[in-house]
């Protein structure tokens, strides 16, 4: 007997009772079509969530001096600039970069006061590499012909009643540890989608600063951008053999927390799925064993006539597999239409919209699946409507030839 | 030949022990047309079920062509009904997703036969059946009498010696028996293939060569016509 002949009894005896079928069939779809979708809600929300980070400060690859990271002290700049800069501009693999001045401090008004990450750039280059300016909810981004402006987050405004034009006034320390006050006059209001990031940053020009401490004489950070995120790797090794006394990290370096939760989203995905379809798999379990029960005789048959009982547990496989491949490509084809169609139009969350800012992720979510999960998710349910099969198979083999014919 | 020497089956029911057949010896000899008779639980369907290798007799012995199958591990069994016994069932057991035709290439493709071997034989059979025209319909497409000829083709697909065939046309009218048995009555007659029935149906007795009438599990006639 060959493999075709049972391919194609257990492919009409799975429709001999359509409508259970049809039902075990429309649960698989909806489950693997459940669990595609919340995979690419997830997925989506991670990746907007780097996007974001990546795209308004952290950029593909950040450079410091080697000390900066201990005490993200000012003195701690960039040696070389000049020099690590030639290399920048010549090298095929960067897209562009910026430079910039970092200070902690505290901003100031007549609200109060608050904390914050002051990142001293100049305009022009920090748009090619950051994002912010497309973010701006008020005002202009650094237009003005004054010196002292600044861009705030839309969070930090409103704790501290910020329109355009207010003044606030930063404190912080300078590199002779000496506390030095800046004026600043609001120019915009951004909403960069990380309310975290909103919430503590701020863009001033970096002549503002260097103007106002003429003994910092060089920048704390180069964020770069890649003109091949597969390239990140090789460029930063290279960058790193420049010079010793610098430290070149990729965004994962840095936002370890974004990387870590990244790695951990697809095992924690098909562990998700395998919940799911284990449970699905009761149902499947359960219909097969009910066809089990109506063909008892028919299988008792088979027995009596000289079918083995290799042949017949394939069958009983056969049925079982063929359940979820029928019900694979509806889950598959309705899950990328679905996704295909959000990943253009996008899903409005702005009713949670808050939570998911402090999440870092914007109120619109444009849905998107790596084709890798739609292939292994199927794989999933095969492997388990295989597994399921297992149980009913072998009631299948323990059927009594005698019994279940009543007679010969 | 089949031959049974001392055959014991007893069941268990709760805590009674009830003997279906008991003590029987039987010789059937090639080319034989005998029907089983006797009342109902006077151990017909039992003496089948074990001489056909589906029953393991609680002791005694089933010899067929000096080959003691009794004692067949399971697999050794299934292989030796497959290539010697055909099986005839009271209620047809063809199987419903399947045309005549692939019900009768079943067994053969179980036997390893090659496409075009099937193809030939199965027409061939479908023909001495007289349903050579049916062979694309379905059992539900079939009448009774129709489904149980093309399970006298499916039991012959394997070139028996032997068909136990259980109280084949109880379902049928006397139209589709008579049939039916014309069918295997030639067949014996022309193959020479031995054929064994349980029947309590007077036509098929009247037909029979041979009766062996059993009452309580034990032979109490056995008459050569």
């Excluded at chain 1, 690419?40 to 450079?63: E, F, P, V």
């Excluded at chain 2, 014996?188 to 599990?217: C, M, P």
């Amino acid at each position: 007997m060959n493999l075709i002949t049972l391919i194609k009894i257990g492919w009409r005896n799975i429709w001999r009772n359509k409508k259970r079928s049809l039902v075990v069939i429309l649960s698989i779809v909806l489950g693997l079509y459940g669990g595609l979708i919340i995979a690419s809600l997830m997925i989506t929300l991670n990746t907007q969530r780097m996007d974001t980070a990546i795209n308004t400060y952290l950029a593909d690859i950040q450079i410091h001096d080697k000390e900066y990271s201990k005490e993200y002290s000012l003195s701690d700049t960039i040696s070389n600039i000049q020099y690590l800069e030639e290399k920048l501009k010549t090298d095929p693999r960067i897209k562009s970069y910026s430079k910039r001045a970092v200070i902690n401090g505290m901003l100031s008004n007549s609200t109060g006061s608050y904390g914050v990450n002051v990142l001293g750039i100049d305009p022009e280059s920090e748009i090619k590499v950051t994002n912010v300016y497309s973010k701006l909810i008020e005002g202009d981004y650094f237009e003005s012909k004054r010196l002292n402006t600044m861009i705030v987050g839309e969070k930090l405004a409103n704790k501290l009643n910020l329109k355009l034009r207010s003044k606030v006034v930063i404190a912080f320390q300078d590199v002779n540890g000496d506390i030095t006050s800046l004026l600043f006059r609001v120019e915009g209001i951004f909403k960069s989608g990380n309310g975290m990031f909103d919430d503590y940053n701020v863009f001033v020009k970096n002549n503002s600063i260097f103007s106002n401490m003429p003994n910092l004489n060089s920048y704390h950070e180069i964020p770069i951008l890649t003109t091949d995120e597969n390239a990140t790797q090789s460029l930063k090794f290279d960058l790193q053999k420049i010079d010793n006394s610098l430290e070149v990290k990729s965004w994962d370096e840095i936002a370890v927390e974004l990387a870590y939760a990244n790695k951990m989203l697809s095992s924690f995905l098909y562990i998700f799925m395998l919940i799911v379809l284990s449970g699905l798999s009761f149902g499947i379990i359960n219909t097969m064993l009910m066809a089990i029960l109506e063909r008892k005789k028919e299988i008792g048959m088979l027995m009596s006539i000289g079918m083995t009982k290799i042949y017949i547990f394939l069958m009983i496989c056969f049925e079982t597999v063929f359940l979820s491949l029928v019900a694979i490509p509806f889950s598959l084809m309705i899950t990328y239409f679905t996704v295909d169609y959000f990943s253009v139009s996008g899903i409005d969350l702005s009713v949670v919209g808050s939570g998911l800012e402090n999440f870092g992720v914007g109120t619109i979510l444009y849905l998107k699946l790596p084709i890798e999960y739609y292939l292994n998710l199927s794989l999933l349910v095969i492997l388990i409507s295989s597994i399921s099969s297992i149980f009913p198979a072998i009631r299948a083999l323990k059927i009594n030839p005698v019994e279940a014919t009543k007679s010969i | 030949m089949i031959e049974t020497q001392k055959l014991k089956k007893t069941y268990k029911q709760g805590s009674l022990k009830v003997k279906a057949v008991d003590n029987v010896n039987l010789k059937i000899s090639d080319g034989e047309f005998t029907a089983v008779v006797g009342p109902s639980g006077s151990g017909k369907t039992t003496l089948l079920n074990c001489v056909g290798g589906l029953d393991i007799p609680t002791s005694g012995k089933v010899i067929i062509d000096d080959e003691v199958i009794s004692s067949y591990s399971s697999d050794k069994m299934i292989k030796f009904r497959l290539n010697n016994i055909g099986f005839v069932f009271q209620a047809y057991n063809l199987i419903p997703v399947l045309t005549a035709k692939e019900n009768i290439e079943m067994v053969m493709l179980m036997q390893g036969y090659n496409k075009q071997e099937m193809d030939e034989r199965s027409i061939d059979l479908l023909n001495e059946v007289g349903m050579e025209n049916m062979s694309k319909r379905r059992p539900a497409e079939l009448s009774g009498g129709q489904q149980q000829r093309v399970a006298v083709a499916r039991a012959l697909a394997s070139k028996p010696k032997f068909i136990l065939a259980d109280e084949p046309t109880a379902n049928l009218d006397s139209k589709s028996t008579a049939k039916l048995l014309d069918i295997m009555s030639r067949l014996n007659k022309q193959e020479n293939i031995t054929f064994l029935f349980s029947t309590h149906d007077q036509r098929v007795i009247d037909r029979a060569r041979r009766v062996v009438t059993l009452e309580d599990g034990k032979i109490i006639k056995d008459i050569k016509k």
